[in-house]
């Protein structure tokens, strides 16, 4: 495959930012091969629920062995569910899924969690068992064997991950860059969705996966502008906030879902392209002006506001087949999660093949978004 077209003159950071969405995390992971394949890597991952486990894989490993490390992961995690539908067509690819799907509510995902035993109605209250249908330690089994968090604390990639404090109902980012040692605990919290997984103890605190009140650690991402340089944002999501009206129960909680774990991104980044608009204007008319002889607050108040850094947001969304179910997010057959790869893997050659990829120039107004997939 041939190389893309260079980016726009001047250091841009390359961003890879990834959504929570149960087994639909095999999008990303093509998607990031990918972006291997013509040396696109990142500066910096962030993740929610799966696309924690999926980030902590790439920034946990050197460039050579991400790739094999994303399939190792996905390969053991549909290694109960290997058989191919026996009949195609649209009817009978939904009977697969749902029996898939119900096959993992029953005994759990290879290398992610299992049933609890004894189960959480015998535990006693208040305990971590008595709070999640499914026990969590084979995940920390998994990244301990997939990730390195010594590399992790090297900084060769910053890695963030997002999750919920239980009791206090705030939202917290875990980020290798804050002076903080990244463990198998914090992404296994961010991946921690009730009631089928609990809670994770970090610190004397609990915590919930960071899809309760965030589907998408974006916004983390650009809050981090502060420091003037350029950014190219991939955003990989999983769940689309655009839908057709449903039209039977099944199709209602379908929607549900994804209206409910969508990122909205294109509302967030409409707010944001306003506010960089207005701070990169401050800082054209700072520079114009002689700065004040005496201590200014206001001043000094405006020169902390301003910043001259342009963001380039690149939005993939996976696109739903019509055989997909409302439990596509826990169906981890390897027929799925083998289509769901290719899909990740097309979508962003395709996205960098786009003429508007290959000819992009650095935003003239601070922010320009490229949602290449309509």
Same mark, same amino acid.
């Given at each position: 495959?041939?190389?893309? !077209?260079?980016?726009?003159? *001047?250091? $841009?950071?390359?961003?890879?930012?990834?959504?929570?969405? *149960?087994?639909?995390?095999?999008?990303?992971?093509?998607?990031?091969?990918?972006?291997? $394949?013509?040396?696109?890597?990142?500066?910096?991952?962030? @993740?929610?629920?799966?696309?924690?486990?999926?980030?902590?894989?790439?920034?946990?490993?050197?460039?050579?062995?991400?790739?094999?490390?994303?399939?190792?992961?996905?390969? +053991?995690?549909? !290694?109960?569910?290997? @058989?191919?539908?026996?009949?195609?067509?649209?009817?009978?690819?939904?009977?697969?899924?749902?029996? !898939?799907?119900?096959?993992?509510?029953?005994?759990?995902?290879?290398?992610?969690?299992?049933?609890?035993?004894?189960?959480?109605?015998?535990?006693? /209250?208040?305990?971590?068992?008595?709070?999640?249908?499914?026990?969590?330690?084979?995940?920390?089994?998994?990244?301990?064997?997939?990730?390195?968090?010594?590399?992790?604390? +090297?900084?060769?990639?910053?890695?963030?991950? @997002?999750?919920?404090?239980?009791?206090?109902?705030?939202?917290?980012?875990?980020?290798?860059?804050?002076?903080?040692?990244?463990?198998?605990?914090?992404?296994?919290?961010?991946?921690?969705?009730?009631?089928?997984?609990?809670?994770?103890?970090?610190? @004397?605190?609990?915590?919930?996966?960071?899809?309760?009140?965030?589907?998408?650690? #974006? /916004?983390?991402? &650009?809050?981090? %502008?502060?420091? =003037?340089?350029?950014?190219?944002?991939? /955003?990989?999501? &999983?769940?689309?906030?655009?839908?057709?009206?449903?039209?039977?129960?099944?199709?209602?909680?379908?929607?549900?879902? $994804?209206?409910?774990?969508?990122?909205? %991104?294109? #509302?967030?980044?409409?707010?944001?392209? $306003? !506010?960089?608009?207005?701070?990169?204007?401050?800082?054209?008319? &700072? =520079?114009?002006?002689?700065?004040?002889? +005496?201590?200014?607050?206001?001043?000094?108040?405006?020169?902390?506001?301003?910043?001259?850094?342009?963001? %380039?947001?690149?939005? &993939?969304?996976?696109?739903?087949?019509?055989?997909?179910?409302?439990?596509? =997010?826990?169906?981890?057959?390897?027929?799925?999660?083998?289509?769901?790869? +290719?899909?990740?893997?097309? =979508?962003?050659?395709?996205?960098?093949?786009?003429?508007?990829?290959?000819?992009?120039?650095?935003?003239?107004?601070?922010?320009?978004?490229?949602?290449?997939?309509?």
């Amino acid at each position: 495959m041939s190389e893309p !077209s260079s980016a726009p003159s *001047g250091k $841009e950071k390359f961003v890879l930012v990834l959504q929570g969405g *149960g087994a639909l995390g095999a999008y990303q992971a093509g998607a990031y091969e990918a972006l291997d $394949e013509v040396g696109l890597l990142p500066e910096w991952v962030a @993740g929610i629920s799966i696309g924690a486990i999926n980030a902590a894989i790439i920034a946990g490993n050197p460039r050579d062995a991400r790739v094999g490390r994303l399939r190792v992961f996905w390969e +053991q995690a549909s !290694s109960w569910l290997q @058989g191919d539908p026996p009949i195609e067509g649209t009817q009978y690819r939904e009977m697969f899924n749902y029996m !898939s799907a119900a096959a993992v509510s029953t005994v759990g995902v290879p290398g992610f969690f299992e049933p609890r035993f004894p189960p959480a109605s015998v535990m006693p /209250q208040g305990s971590l068992g008595a709070l999640s249908v499914y026990d969590s330690s084979p995940l920390k089994a998994t990244l301990e064997e997939l990730v390195s968090f010594a590399y992790i604390a +090297q900084k060769h990639v910053r890695l963030s991950v @997002g999750a919920v404090n239980v009791r206090t109902g705030n939202f917290a980012y875990f980020d290798s860059y804050d002076h903080m040692e990244i463990a198998p605990e914090h992404i296994m919290a961010s991946g921690a969705l009730p009631p089928g997984l609990p809670p994770v103890v970090i610190e @004397g605190e609990p915590y919930w996966d960071g899809g309760l009140v965030s589907n998408t650690p #974006l /916004q983390y991402i &650009l809050d981090y %502008t502060d420091d =003037d340089s350029d950014k190219c944002i991939f /955003q990989l999501d &999983l769940f689309s906030a655009r839908g057709a009206m449903p039209q039977n129960l099944f199709e209602v909680a379908q929607r549900e879902k $994804e209206i409910r774990y969508s990122s909205r %991104t294109r #509302l967030n980044t409409d707010a944001f392209a $306003e !506010s960089q608009t207005i701070r990169r204007a401050v800082r054209r008319l &700072l =520079d114009k002006m002689p700065p004040p002889t +005496q201590p200014d607050e206001d001043w000094d108040l405006l020169q902390k506001f301003a910043c001259d850094s342009a963001v %380039t947001i690149v939005h &993939l969304i996976y696109r739903k087949a019509a055989y997909d179910v409302h439990a596509q =997010d826990y169906e981890f057959s390897r027929f799925s999660v083998e289509e769901h790869w +290719q899909a990740g893997r097309n =979508d962003m050659r395709r996205t960098l093949r786009h003429r508007r990829w290959r000819e992009r120039i650095k935003p003239k107004m601070g922010v320009h978004v490229l949602d290449l997939g309509d």
